[in-house]
């Protein structure tokens, strides 16, 4: 009896040494969550004006005499990923590269010719898609400060100069959106070529959009802009700043989603300790019960025997 009361009470030191430990990870996890929201939040009216800049600069313009926005015919594709360096998240890496297999799986099944290569942002999705054979053509390191703009210049850059040699017909780049501290979901969502219609639809959401890709209608009140030196001068500046500005809010929105969910986890972890704490006393307690009535039904049985 004394040894399972012992262990007893050994186990429940450790778990409270480990909820000790989760809850210090949830509020750290919490702090960097809303520094990380901050973030997306101003990136998002960035990313809102760069589309709205394209916008103006291409009304009435016909995509197919762009490299840059014209649709071509899938044979190669560049799949980026967004995943996180460490562990401790919950679902977030599993659910981010699952939507990664789904998409690719996908995007086969609808050309089986085509050939798909892919970069990793994060040591957990490099490793899943080195588990899962897939051809991995470059990785980048994602750091564990406070992400700048600077970080996906070498990315932005290595991608732009790829497409536009002709490396690959579509890329497109796997994250987690954040849409609230509880909900945080994977998409998939192609950045070249830049298309107009994948804006509305991140934007209007569930409002009907039109399918037609070829040019953008001209919206009413619009004044004829005048280019200098020309049209696709100002695109060629234009569109890498754009491109960029839509992988940087794809990693804030990882890392806000990845703080996120890791701040879940840890207080998931810390209520079952709490639970299991509780659970830990509670059976201590009926042991100790049990052994105190045992004491003294032995005790009343020795005076019975010795007829005190």
Known sequence: MSGSTREIRRRVRSVKSIRQITRAMELVAAAKMQRAVAAVQSSRRYADLAWGMIHSITVGMDFRNHPLLALRPRHRLLLILLASNRGLAGGFNTRVTEAARQYMSEQKRQTP??????????????????????????????????????????????????????????????????????????????????????????????????????????????????????????????????????????????????????????RNASDAAVDLIDDLTLTYNQLRQSSITQELSEISAGRLALGV
């Open 113 to 266: 010719e085509l050939e798909i290569e892919t970069i990793s942002l994060g040591k957990k999705g490099r490793n899943d898609l080195l588990k899962h054979g897939l051809k991995l053509v470059a990785e980048f390191e994602r750091s564990e400060r406070a992400i700048t703009s600077a970080e996906v210049a070498p990315l932005a850059n290595m991608i732009f100069q790829d497409y536009a040699a002709g490396k690959y017909d579509v890329v497109a780049v796997c994250y987690t959106d954040f849409i609230s501290m509880l909900r945080q979901e994977p998409r998939v969502k192609e950045i070249l070529p830049i298309s107009a219609r994948d804006h509305q639809l991140g934007h209007l959401r569930n409002e009907e959009v039109t399918d037609n890709e070829e040019a953008i209608d001209q919206p009413e009140g619009y004044w004829q802009h005048l280019f200098e030196p020309d049209l696709e001068s100002v695109l060629g500046a234009t569109i890498p700043r754009l491109l960029d500005a839509q992988l940087y809010q794809a990693l804030l929105e990882s890392v806000a989603s990845e703080h996120a969910a890791r701040m879940m986890a840890m």
